[in-house]
């Protein structure tokens, strides 16, 4: 078995090839080619144990991720373990913070490029932490972005942000003192946030304007306000049994009668073209992403093929 650090995922995983990963696997998932374990939290005296699975047939591999958040501050160590489907042997163990944090951006790149306008140029960002750079890159690569605006409740860190980012994507990033001064001129809003209320008001987007909603995975967040769901005319998910499990917003528009699950289709019957991902131009369209165990699967399958095709990892005997 091949153990494979931090570093080595980083340097393995760039963010163009991680999209390209995900776009096969929801192809994959498109029809009917994979299966996917709904994300189990596990409490704990302190904290909550999280455990998340998935197969994919065309990569060959089935696999879980493995995390606790034991509060205090301390970042989760996550972990994935991948098996061969056809040998049943376990392939590789590799830490997992950085490519959960590349491949949920890559997620939402994928659901940008099927479903935001061809011609976006801008776009609005609702949280300033390492999640958010993903996001950022991810729409920047499947799309021609220009301008893009950053609000946080943190003047610093949203600062901080939109220096690094211009920087490092080449693009006009600012600052604003609003969450409606990001999302006013904005061809596509992403939110990455824990916050248990919506971030912005759903009358400021424009028509036309693509959402990428991923910062809640669990029942008690809410990115979103009631208006924005009820004003989206496509609502997309990465797996919706586990979008019934985790999603706040449409859960609670849910009670509310502002939203019915018939109305929601999963990423992978756009990818294929059973879906459209926009109805038209001045749709207002809606991703939520809770992050899905075979998208760790198939991030770490390329990660673990492309390790050994370099001599990167380190095997082990068990």
Not at 91 to 103: E, F, V
Not at 230 to 244: E, F, G
Not at 261 to 267: A, F, K, Y
Request: charged share 20%.
């Amino acid at each position: 078995m091949l153990l494979i650090n931090e570093d080595e995922v980083r340097q393995l995983l760039p963010m163009d090839e991680c999209i390209d990963v995900l776009d096969r696997l929801f192809a994959d998932a498109g029809q009917g080619q994979t299966a996917n374990v709904s994300r189990y939290r596990m409490s704990l005296p302190k904290g909550l144990h999280h455990n998340l699975a998935g197969m994919s047939m065309a990569f060959g591999a089935s696999g879980l991720k493995t995390y606790v958040s034991a509060g205090g501050g301390s970042p989760a160590k996550m972990l994935v373990l991948i098996y061969s489907m056809e040998t049943g042997e376990p392939l590789t163990l590799m830490s997992a913070n950085a490519l959960g944090q590349i491949r949920t951006g890559a997620a939402s790149g994928v659901a940008s490029n099927y479903m935001a306008r061809e011609n976006a140029q801008t776009v609005g960002v609702i949280g300033s932490g390492y999640q958010a750079e993903t996001q950022l890159a991810a729409v920047c690569g499947v799309r021609s972005i220009t301008q893009a605006w950053v609000y946080s409740r943190a003047p610093e860190k949203r600062d901080s942000f939109a220096e690094r980012m211009t920087a490092q994507l080449g693009i006009s990033v600012a600052a604003v003192e609003t969450p409606e001064a990001a999302v006013a001129e904005s061809d596509v809003v992403i939110t990455i946030t824990n916050s248990r209320e919506p971030v912005f008001n759903g009358d400021s987007l424009r028509p036309g304007t693509h959402i990428n909603a991923a910062g809640s995975n669990h029942w008690i967040r809410r990115e979103l306000d009631e208006t924005t769901i009820r004003r989206s005319d496509l609502i997309v998910v990465d797996d919706l049994p586990q979008a019934k499990i985790e999603c706040g917003e449409l859960l609670w528009a849910h009670e509310r009668r502002a939203f019915r699950w018939e109305q929601v289709i999963e990423l992978g019957t756009v990818v294929v073209g059973a879906h459209k991902g926009r109805p038209s131009e001045n749709a207002i369209t809606l991703f939520e992403s809770q992050g899905i165990g075979i998208e760790d699967v198939a991030a770490g399958m390329h990660v673990y093929q492309k390790a050994i095709a370099q001599g990167l990892g380190r095997q082990v005997e068990l």
